[in-house]
């Protein structure tokens, strides 16, 4: 029988409980257990897809096309683990499916009610995911106790523990403890009050996990254990850090594996940290450094590029490589066409998913300027078919456009795709998820992936229209990967440039720490090799990507 492991958070939001509920995974991981993660999110939207990611952060795509939450992401990268959309939990499912048995009748005579109906719903979608092959399930709760969204969740919660025993469910919570600069003294009256406020609803904390600047004081410590009524050895602290993966290693380091072996009575495995320790240590000390400019909208920057960012810290790691990214606004290039001279003193330039034409001439211009100036270059979905659209303009077709940014346009080199052509719902109707993409033979794409087919992950509406592919091609733009029977342009390259590449899919979603992305990891070496000729580039092979699911 699996062991689970809820999540509350505390205070506020944003403080990193995916981070930690990510972190207690591969702590159990480390010890040998297998482990899978879950994040429910309490809003009443059916999934993030129909989310505005420059409010609520990326849109992550799982392998079985779902678009969830940004932790979803945080998990697999931590866990090394693909999950499928299930693991994203929502309000809005959780009704959905509730109502839905309702008009079928299978509550007939009953009164349909948040206890016992929406909880058993909760519990179920739980115990379900627990029948995986795991030893332990993390459950993270999103939002901040003391939501209205989120009391069935707890009320689940509480149930749970009763129904699994105590023995099988640990409750964390991760709370924030701020300091005061005056004195610099540690506060913990928000961790109490979020605590009696978690007690209230019935879920007594069995772990604190406190997130503070530096390493929580012993008086603080002994103050959240007496009013919390949580045993002193089982409250923890995150400090700031300068890796998020130095996050289990820290906990680890507090006792905090010991505690929940012990908890569950699990076996005691020592725990492995050496790979984990190795990775880290290369994104810690990198010797080289390459600075990286992301082209998009000021609008987009936080949290929305969360995978790109992390796909690109990757690469460099395992290229010995600190990885500078700057955000370029694309819109002052559409202002002052001279600005994207700016782009040639970067070692590398990205431009990433996006919707809408706003700002999307500033991306053509950047993407032309790294092409006629060979600055290595790698677009990614938005900045794929942009890259077709800058290229088609080179040829004489001036006003080839996508029919996303200019419907009038009597040149649509990038187009609907025939099957969203009459869709008027606009959650979860794009082409989303792992498909099987074809490389050619001899391309600079095999030489990155090394293998014939990959599995990537799309999120999409527009592509390739292919009445211009052999007009593109022979201008000399290759296509060197297809799916679909060769229908759909995955990956385009232009060989007479040192990197100028550009994929259909989002390669970022499957980066690993220690297992990079090979689009990435191209990006980030030829930014190294422009920088400095005379690196030898034979060591810098790509890790073979895995390819299939
Ligand atoms: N807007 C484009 C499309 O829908 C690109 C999407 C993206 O970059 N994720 O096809």
Redesign the pocket.
């Known amino acids: 029988m699996a062991k689970f492991v809820f999540v509350t958070g505390g205070v506020m939001s944003g403080i990193g409980k995916g981070v930690i509920a990510a972190s207690i995974g591969r702590i159990l991981q480390a010890r040998g257990f297998r482990v899978t993660a879950v994040k429910i999110d309490p809003y009443l939207n059916y999934d993030a897809g129909t989310m505005n990611p420059y409010i609520h952060g990326e849109v992550f795509v799982t392998e079985d096309g779902g678009e969830t939450d940004m932790d979803i992401g945080t998990y697999e990268r931590f866990l090394d683990i693909n999950l499928p959309k299930s693991h994203n939990i929502t309000t809005g499912q959780v009704y959905s499916s509730v109502i839905e048995r309702e008009r079928k009748g299978d509550f007939l005579g009953k009164c349909v009610q948040i206890i016992p109906h929406i909880t058993d719903e909760i519990k179920d979608r739980i115990l379900n995911i627990s029948k995986e092959t795991v030893d332990v399930v993390i459950v993270e709760i999103g939002g901040t106790v003391g939501d209205i969204e989120s009391l069935p969740y707890l009320e689940a919660a509480r149930q749970f523990r009763l129904d699994q025993g105590i023995s099988n469910v640990v409750n964390v919570h991760v709370t924030l403890v701020p300091m005061l600069d005056v004195v610099g003294e540690q506060k913990t009256k928000p961790t109490q009050h979020s605590v009696q406020e978690l007690r209230r609803i019935g879920v007594q904390p069995d772990v604190i996990i406190a997130r503070s600047k530096i390493p929580l004081r012993s008086e603080p410590r002994k103050k959240i254990a007496l009013f919390c009524n949580v045993e002193e050895s089982a409250v923890f602290t995150s400090q700031d850090i300068s890796s998020i993966y130095e996050s289990p290693l820290l906990l680890d380091e507090q006792g905090l594996g010991t505690y929940l072996v012990n908890r569950f009575q699990l076996s005691k495995n020592t725990p492995d940290w050496s790979t984990w320790k190795k990775m880290l240590n290369s994104h810690l000390n990198p010797h080289g450094e390459a600075t990286i400019a992301i082209c998009g909208k000021y609008a987009e920057l936080a949290d929305c590029y969360v995978s790109v960012n992390d796909a690109l810290r990757d690469a460099g790691a395992a290229l010995d490589t600190k990885v500078d990214l700057e955000f370029i606004e694309t819109d002052d290039f559409e202002k002052d066409p001279a600005r994207v001279r700016v782009l040639s003193s970067f070692d590398g330039v990205l431009v990433?998913?996006?919707?809408?034409s706003r700002g999307s001439e500033g991306k053509i211009k950047a993407i032309e300027y790294c092409r006629t100036h060979d600055i290595p270059f790698l677009g990614?979905?938005?900045?794929f078919?942009l890259g077709v659209v800058e290229y088609a303009r080179s040829l004489g077709i001036e006003d080839a456009a996508?029919s996303?940014l200019n419907p009038q346009s009597s040149n649509h080199v990038?187009d609907l795709m025939p099957e969203q052509n009459n869709v008027l719902e606009k959650g979860g109707t794009?082409r989303l998820g792992a498909h099987e993409i074809f490389i050619e033979e001899g391309s600079l794409a095999q030489s990155l992936y090394h293998n014939q087919s990959v599995w990537e992950r799309h999120?999409?509406?527009?592509?390739v229209n292919p009445n211009y592919i052999s007009q593109l091609s022979s201008g000399g733009l290759r296509f060197s990967g297809k799916s679909d029977s060769n229908r759909r342009m995955e990956i385009l390259e232009m060989p007479r440039n040192k990197f100028h590449f550009a994929t259909q899919f989002?390669a970022e979603f499957k980066s690993r720490p220690g297992r990079p992305s090979p689009p990435y990891f191209g990006l980030i070496r030829a930014a190294l090799t422009t920088k400095n000729p005379e690196i030898t580039t034979e060591h810098l092979v790509a890790h073979k990507s895995r390819g299939s699911r």
């Not at 990614?380 to 900045?383: A, Q, R, T």
Request: aromatic share 16%; proline share 5%; charged share 20%.
């Open positions: 990433p998913g996006g919707f809408g990614i979905c938005f900045g078919q996508s996303e990038i794009m999120r999409h509406r527009y592509e989002h």
